[in-house]
């Protein structure tokens, strides 16, 4: 996000970008709240840890992928 932003809006990317995982902080929130009187906190635990797991995997394959497009020189 640095390296792809003009330097003069380098704070309002920042701002919206932390206004935004702020937002999705509280939404998460709420959501736990609920689900977990319905569901129980063990249950939804392990459904976060699992959520965590397949973000991790999605976000190596991407970054595998741009390391690859990144080393032949296409992406350059």
Known sequence: MQEQVPENYMGRIFGAYNTL????????????????????????????????????????????QNMKVSRHGKND
């Open 21 to 64: 995982m702020a937002l999705t902080m509280l939404i998460g929130m709420s959501i736990a709240s609920f689900l977990g009187e319905i569901m129980g906190m063990v249950m939804l635990l392990n459904i976060s840890a699992l959520l965590f797991f397949l973000t991790g995997i999605v976000g190596y394959r991407a970054l595998k």
